[in-house]
């Protein structure tokens, strides 16, 4: 059992995690090429962390309600606070978006640390569901 659970969670990591950071590594490379200053508060200023949380979330929500009735409760618990975590993401990415078309935008700073924060907080909730949808 453990194996399988390595096993899912490395699959995730790289085909989820990693390659939803693929925009970013893009952006960053752009801005190396073109021998402009890279400030990594800048390259998330449109509160691109927040979507990529919606979308990690997204896929450990089909495994979480894909999986055994085992731990249902367990389950269904982390599946509402992943799903809380995607709602609060998808709000703050409407608040950053809405701010920037208005000229109001946040400061990029506060932008890199809410969405910092938000992954971190998506990234321990998802690895726990991949390892209990395996339970």
């Known amino acids: 059992m453990i194996k399988v659970i390595f096993e899912k969670l ?3 990591v790289f085909f989820t995690v990693l390659i939803s950071l693929l925009p970013i590594a893009f952006g960053l490379s752009t801005l190396y090429l ?3 200053p890279i400030n990594i508060f800048q390259c998330t200023n449109n509160g691109e962390f927040f979507l990529i949380s919606v979308c990690i979330s997204a896929g450990v929500l089909g495994e979480l ?3 055994s ?3 249902i409760n367990l389950k269904i618990a982390t599946g509402g606070l992943i799903c809380t975590i995607m ?3 998808s709000y703050n990415f409407a608040e950053v978006w809405k701010a920037n078309i208005s000229n ?3 400061l990029p ?3 890199f640390l809410a969405s910092v924060i938000t992954i971190i907080c998506t990234l321990f909730c998802c690895f726990t569901g991949i390892i209990i949808s395996e339970l």
């Open 10 to 12: 490395f699959k995730w």
């Open 69 to 71: 009735k085992k731990l």
């Open 87 to 89: 709602i609060l993401s």
């Open 34 to 36: 073109n021998d402009e």
């Open 65 to 67: 309600f894909g999986s």
């Open 104 to 106: 109001q935008a946040y």
């Open 109 to 111: 700073e506060n932008i």
